[in-house]
């Protein structure tokens, strides 16, 4: 049953972003045609600015979903009710502080930009999208029962909802008005009715969840979920220094024109990593149940499994990335929109490195650690800022970059070697790094040898040259990464057995 929920999780997940893809493609050419490329340089900088306020929520929807495995498998409805009246009580603390917080950055919104013009008063613009923010947090709670449950695949489906009329509506209303405040108000709307969507669907599925007759949380608990809470905060630090701050660098030094640029490839990126991540994500409530079994064995062995197909998915990925995303880019937004061949093959080496994180942090999460690593963040947030500074003056748009992937080696150094393959999964640490190392060697080679093939054959129609380079970097990634790494592994067997059998099953073959 886990296995399937899972399955079906990673199924609603790729079909959600598979279609988010699209629209957010039309929708951003809908902008620059309409608008122009800095304005959707504003959208991609304040949603940078922006996610530096989720460090408000201080990672309490982690702590709580942690928590909710249990009684939910237990079926424990009065522990489940606690849990979720404590967590609305916080989500709606949580709501003010972001609106208090995000009103005092208005002052400082024009230290971001370089060379402002566009036509509307900066500090309006921003309203816009803290409103979006602070409406999403005030109803948002009620997704954690759900995701918990193993039933994301209902809150994807409303997110679908979402974007579907979210994205159109704008695009109706760029083209009959050419106004970006309409484009704005039609996002903050949209957002509004799924939040009443889901916490409509989760009192119903979840009616026990309706009064206010919980009772108090065990001082156990409550006391775990705070001392995560002090070691989630420095998470959510180091998560937006590390991961949500290259737009802004991006303004600060280069203009908005640039974070624009930037930002088409940005939405290939995040578009091909949101569908990586969802494959492994949907697992991660499987992945909870299945710790607190405590079966140290089989918690290795899934591991292991999961891995093997994380990092194929992103290996590939990137090298599809490194190949295919300057003429897709080319071919969507136009040829005055690209960046430097050695940006992209930053950009790409950044894609598999953050991609390799994911097992680690779904084993991570699940297990509870939060604490634990709790100053990690803030010295990888500190390398993060510096190396970005001092690379981008000798490497340009690059050198931020390569400040993200010299900072993520801090992880890979010690909290997931230490904490999560030593401790959770009781491995062998000197195994863990020669690992991440030919890892990362093979991704190296993927990315020259898949690009010194593609460029064997330069046509002159984009889209065949597309075609040409998705089916090269795929070739070549896979037998590199197959013949040099998961053909030795006795787990590939164990995974390809896994995924055949459920293949079967769920086609009642």
Known sequence: MKTRNSFYNSLAGLLYYFITILLGIVNRKAVIAFLGIEYQGINSLFGNILSMLSIAELGIGTAIIYHLYRPLSEGNLQAVKSLMNFYRKCYYAIAMAVLIFGLLVIPFLNMFIQGYTLLYPLWFLYIWFLADVVLSYLFTFKRSILIADQKNYLVLLCDL????????????????????????AVMVISRLAENFLINGLANRKYPFLKGNDSISLEKEILDDIKQKVKGAVFHKIGGFIVLGTDNILISKFFGLMTVGIYSNYS???????????????????????????????????????????????????????????????????????????????????????????????????????????????????????????????????????????????????????????????????????????????????????????????????????????????????????????????????????????????????
């Open 161 to 184: 909802l979402y974007q579907f009329f979210s994205k159109i509506g704008q695009i109706v209303v760029l083209f009959c008005t050419r106004d970006f405040i309409c484009y704005l």
């Open 267 to 509: 939405l290939i990126i995040n578009s091909i990593k949101n569908i990586c991540n969802q494959i492994m994500s949907a697992t991660t409530a499987s992945v909870g149940h299945m710790l607190a079994e405590h079966n140290e064995e089989k918690s290795r062995s899934i591991f292991k499994e999961m891995q093997i197909l994380n990092v194929f998915i992103h290996h590939c990925a990137g090298v599809g990335i490194y190949c295919v995303a300057t003429p897709l880019v080319s071919l969507l937004f136009g040829k005055e929109y690209i960046v430097s061949e050695f940006t992209l093959f930053v950009l790409a080496c950044n894609f598999f490195i953050q991609g390799m994180r994911c097992v680690f942090g779904i084993f991570k999460d699940a297990a509870g650690i939060l604490y634990e690593d709790r100053f990690i963040p803030l010295i990888e947030s500190a390398v993060n800022i510096a190396a970005s500074i001092i690379l981008l003056k000798r490497y340009g748009l690059a050198g931020i970059f390569m400040g993200t992937i010299l900072s993520s080696m801090i992880l890979f150094g010690y909290t997931y070697p230490f904490l999560v393959v030593k401790r959770v999964l009781k491995g062998n640490v000197k195994v863990y790094f020669c690992e991440q190392i030919w890892l990362v060697v093979l991704n190296l080679g993927s990315l020259v040898s898949a690009k010194w093939m593609c460029g064997l054959a330069v046509m002159e129609s984009l889209m065949l040259q597309i075609l040409w380079n998705c089916v090269i970097s795929v070739v070549v990634a896979f037998l590199i990464y197959f013949l040099g790494y998961a053909i030795w592994k006795k787990e590939t067997k164990l995974l390809l057995y896994k995924l055949k059998s459920l293949l079967c099953d769920l086609l009642n073959i």
